[in-house]
């Protein structure tokens, strides 16, 4: 590929401009990531989830493997929002990457509390994790409940002016009903999205495998799922939206962005195939290449419909 | 936390020290009914490593499908010299049953070197090692080490029964004085070792203790530890996700100094802790 | 395995008794399975949907294969219930296990009307499909919402003396919700349950897999989170739940009888494997006599806690 | 529908004459760059399948792992004699490259016979075989039972290039004149074959057309039976399911005797349609 011909990868979310559509999707990566790739490559770097409290986490075993998922029970353990300021950030201050935090709380007035206490130049963003499916009792989220979403993240956007992301959760009815009620409330992006809840059980001992019971099942198995959902929210939303569920290679994300993404967030893949985000990157780069595209952006929303629309009226995509 | 000399903490690494490296197999034999051996070419990053740290290993597929996480391993042998690694494994479920499969020339995709290892107190003497099981593999290194830094070893070998006992010829080639108890003849029992050990306590002073695979071995040995007023690790086994300190699955709870109770990533902050902050194998 | 202690592999479902807790989940056998198993051992023989109006179904390409999942796209093809009860009902006739139709229609009052047609001594029970994710736009079905739900099951069970089961959809948040609705407006078992709307891209053509865009994934992929649903209804229900996602084999059934499932359905697996159902029936018998159980009833709902009470006070199961 | 002498109807089958039959493989090899031909060791009710008939095949896993589906593959010779069946398979995707890895004495697990085959007129005297690329695998049988009931066949094979006609020594072994027709020099154009076949036909009358691969020799079939007044068969495609008739997935349209469409199972009502019912390759 010649320089001159390169295409363009710098996407926008909101105010922000990456300078490509690949992240981690938060509580997959930590300070260990930076010893094995070079981070500064990715278009932003999403931090694991804190809480205003310090909380331990879930009973081990946290983690159940399928042939092609995961089931992971963490319940978010935080150091606390000092840890953070303290520790975290100068961690990957040497990383040519905008810092994004993630930040969850048992209430609304925690959320917006949480954000403006962390509201630091050194991070561009603060996603609303509205979605972690181990917080409340039987798997529950502030966001499998419309006008919790839309108190928490209203609360978050008057409480800092860094802009708001909102990580929906995928164990829900309608999407779109979410999204909408996100933008409303002032996102500037909406991650689609969260682990799917699940459980598994050991025939033999007749025990749960994990020590919570639940988990949030992660990883490919997951993807068409999620795709559909970003599909949905693309739609249904004018702000842009991050698609991030089972994408382990570049054509992973470049499916999510046809179906209407705008970036996309890599989460379990980065536990088995570390170099999964850089090497997706460049082959982005490689499919607008191939593709005659000289940005990548224009990849999303870019899907054709599968029948000429003469021979399936139906069709409308 | 003890003094770092012999075993540099993961932030004092520079640069990308850690590595996927891709290994070319050189053997890969059974070495009994259970355990193999596997050498692997190794590329410098990983000839790195050090005592008690582990590779994550990818493991091949089998007629089960590919494993779909990696699998931690010890470290069981480093030889620079020849540019090769070692792990003593098991074969027990889908994982290791893959790992079984490869032949010389095939190559095996290893992250490493991870986790923090054994850490010698400056100026010891002589080192106890109290192992049982595949955990022996963990603490072959550990008597290298040990060598190095021109400690004397006694390896103390716990098995159900004598043709299980793992490791004697590396351990003794490290160096190490090697004694064997087993559960067929009821030496292994804590009741019989304790006055063993305290006899060889007694005939040339331990100042270090390490241990490994098994709950009745640490509680013996921290029970030693305690009263012979020395120090000592273990090394620790969960079930893990990235094995790099990312994803919180591998956590244990330990002992904090002041009371109560903590949370520490086995991969990251392990897999060697205190005996102090040990709460069980 | 001596004959005199032989598990016994009998279930209640409501008013019916069934030989063993495995039956085929509805559109996943046709008379075609006739010729390659002895559909007589069965515990039951679930039918396709139908419709009251024929239909042709969704565009094809209707499936796209993944690791571990199927996406298939149907969308109810459907002949009627005349060729129901004249053509479908007489080809298992020779079949010795009692045959569960299962009907769809655009209003809760044809969901009615259809029941009462149907209604016919040779169906042991009618399944209520409120959850097929192909029938309305953008995927939405009856089963999504908890008014619809309990206006079709109420209809049915005015309708007909034929027992109502309720297929619920796990496009939903809180499944329990809908598992509560459906008990309380009579069904007399819930079947949790149907697939999970998904959606595939081809990265490389830029169009999507299928002719209708969106599809149902089923296959071993989904089981985690079928049966937490699974889990999560039988605790919230006292009506006896059938496990159904991703069955492959006689473990997976325990799997989801331990969580609390009385029996279980079996769908894609019927397509790779046709042997599924009938080793699935062979290996629970080998199962209980192994675990020492004498009636495979016994698993339904026994997972113990993975943690002793003392080490895990928040540990209920 | 047509007469079903020679093809029992599905429905005719009695007992479990659809079979998950284990069949040993004989031999697996490449017949040119991309086309390879399997031989397979078949139980009884496997050597029952009729010509356009197809298995649903198990396929083995590859570093891309176990294809989840099985994929359909028409029979393309049976030799009751020896108990073999085999299939001719273009090496394509996850699934055919997987079938590639089988190896003599190796496990090849077939579902089947599946589908209703062709159905040649009572009284056929001679059939026209128009065939392209891989369908033709699915006529190679039809030679034979054409030949069986005593009618003449006359083969024309069209593909890209003479060195990828398929099939030729199959069907000449089955009694069959074959003419080849290649794009590379213009011969396989429809206004070439037209008026090629019209005075085949008047040399001597075809009363059957059975045809396979292309929506051009679809096309042109179709135009011929019709103007000569005769009947003809297609065998289609479309991505399965089940490969049973159960889940609906394998549809196409057809066109109804009385005016519009419906959709149906190329498993199960097909794979072999009528000219007049068939809408399209
Ligand atoms: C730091 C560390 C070092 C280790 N070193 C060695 C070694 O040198 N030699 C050796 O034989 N074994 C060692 N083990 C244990 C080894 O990782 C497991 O035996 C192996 O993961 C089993 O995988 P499997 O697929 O064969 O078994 P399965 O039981 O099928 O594994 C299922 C899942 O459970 C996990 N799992 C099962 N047992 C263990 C275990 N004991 N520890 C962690 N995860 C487990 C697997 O990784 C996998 O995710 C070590 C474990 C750790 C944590
Ligand atoms: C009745 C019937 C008979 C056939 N007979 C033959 C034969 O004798 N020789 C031969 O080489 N091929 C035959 N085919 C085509 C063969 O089934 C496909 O080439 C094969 O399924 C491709 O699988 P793959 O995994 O290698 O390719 P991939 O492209 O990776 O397959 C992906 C998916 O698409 C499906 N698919 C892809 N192409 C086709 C196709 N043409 N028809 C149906 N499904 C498809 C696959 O089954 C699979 O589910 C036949 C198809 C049908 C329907
Ligand atoms: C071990 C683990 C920890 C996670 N922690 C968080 C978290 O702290 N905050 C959050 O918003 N999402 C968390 N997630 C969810 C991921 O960010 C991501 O949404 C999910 O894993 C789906 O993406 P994947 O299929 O690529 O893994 C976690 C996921 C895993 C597997
Ligand atoms: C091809 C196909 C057709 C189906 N048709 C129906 C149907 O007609 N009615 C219905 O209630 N469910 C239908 N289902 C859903 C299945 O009954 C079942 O709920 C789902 O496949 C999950 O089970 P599985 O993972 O074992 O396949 C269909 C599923 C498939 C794959
Ligand atoms: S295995 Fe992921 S943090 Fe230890
Ligand atoms: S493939 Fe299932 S009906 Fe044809």
């Not at chain 1, 909101?14 to 509580?27: F, Q, R, Y």
């Not at chain 1, 092609?68 to 990383?95: M, N, Q, R, V, W």
């Not at chain 1, 993240?153 to 909102?166: G, Q």
């Not at chain 2, 013996?220 to 990312?246: D, F, K, V, Y």
Request: charged letters at 20%; one cysteine or more; proline letters at 7%.
């Amino acid at each position: 590929m010649v320089s001159s011909t390169a295409p363009d990868l710098s996407v926008r979310i909101g105010s922000l401009t990456l300078k490509n559509p690949v992240m981690p999707a938060s509580g997959t990566i930590a300070e260990g990531m930076t010893q094995v790739i070079d981070m500064g490559r990715l278009g932003a770097i999403v931090l694991k989830t804190i809480t205003p409290d310090l909380r331990q986490g879930t009973l081990p075993p946290r983690v159940a493997e399928y042939r092609d998922a995961t089931l992971f029970s963490i319940g978010i353990p935080s150091k606390g929002p000092d840890y953070l300021l303290e520790h975290t950030l100068p961690a990957y201050a040497a990383c040519d990457a905008p810092l994004i935090a993630s930040v969850s709380a048992d209430t609304a007035e925690d959320f917006g509390k949480l954000a403006a206490y962390i509201s630091d130049p050194r991070i561009a963003a603060i996603e609303a994790n509205i979605s972690c499916p181990n917080l409340k009792a039987d798997g529950r989220a502030f966001g499998m409940d419309p006008e919790a979403t839309r108190e928490v993240i209203e609360r978050m956007v008057a409480a800092t002016r860094t802009p708001v992301w909102a990580k929906l959760t995928p164990n829900v009815g309608d999407i779109t009903v979410f999204a909408r009620v996100a933008e409303e409330a002032g996102a500037e992006a909406l991650i689609v999205g969260n682990a799917i809840l699940g459980m598994a059980v050991n025939a033999e001992t007749m025990r749960p495998r994990l020590g919570n019971v639940m988990g949030g099942l992660t990883g490919p198995a997951v993807k068409p799922i999620l795709l559909r959902m970003v599909h949905q929210c693309a739609k249904a939303v004018r702000i842009p939206v991050i698609g991030c569920g089972g994408i382990t290679c570049g054509e992973d994300a470049v499916e999510y962005m046809l179906a209407g993404a705008t970036a996309v967030q890599v989460g379990t893949a980065n536990f088995i195939h570390p170099h999964t985000m850089t090497e997706a990157v460049d082959w982005i780069a490689e499919y607008c290449t191939r593709h005659g595209l000289s940005a990548a952006r224009e990849i999303t929303g870019a899907l054709r419909p599968l029948h000429a629309p003469a021979t399936a009226p139906t069709e409308t995509v | 936390m003890p003094d770092t000399a012999l075993s540099p903490a993961p932030e004092a690494r520079a640069g990308f020290p850690i590595e996927e490296a891709l290994c070319e197999i050189v053997s890969n034999d059974a070495v009994n009914a259970e355990y193999r051996l596997m050498i692997a070419r190794a590329p410098e990053a990983a000839l790195r490593a050090r005592a008690g740290q582990f590779f994550h290993l990818l493991c091949p597929a089998t007629e089960a499908g590919q494993p779909f996480l990696r699998r931690p391993m010890s470290i069981y042998r480093i030889d620079r010299a020849r540019g090769e690694i070692g792990f003593l494994y098991k074969v027990t479920g889908k994982g290791t049953r893959g790992l079984a499969t490869l032949r010389p020339g095939e190559t095996l995709n290893a992250l490493g070197p991870l986790g923090r290892g054994f850490t010698l107190p400056q100026g010891t003497r002589h080192v106890m090692i109290l192992g049982r099981g595949v955990g022996l593999a963990t603490m072959a290194p550990l008597a290298r080490l040990a060598a190095e830094s021109g400690a004397a070893v006694t390896a103390v070998l716990s098995a159900r029964s004598p043709e299980l006992v793992m490791s004697r010829a590396e351990l003794a080639a490290a160096g190490a004085r090697v004694i064997e108890v087993v559960d067929t003849d009821g030496s292994s029992a804590p009741e019989e070792m304790e006055p063993h050990l305290t006899a060889l306590h007694d005939e040339r002073a331990f100042d270090y203790i390490a241990t490994c695979g098994s709950n009745r071995l640490f509680r013996l040995a921290r029970g030693l530890a305690r009263s012979w007023g020395i120090t000592g690790e273990i090394a620790l086994e969960q079930h893990m996700g990235c094995g790099l300190g990312m994803c919180y699955a591998c956590v244990i709870p330990v002992a904090l100094p002041g009371g109560g109770e903590e949370y520490r990533r086995v991969c990251w902050d392990g897999p060697v802790f205190t005996l102090e902050e040990a709460m069980g194998w």
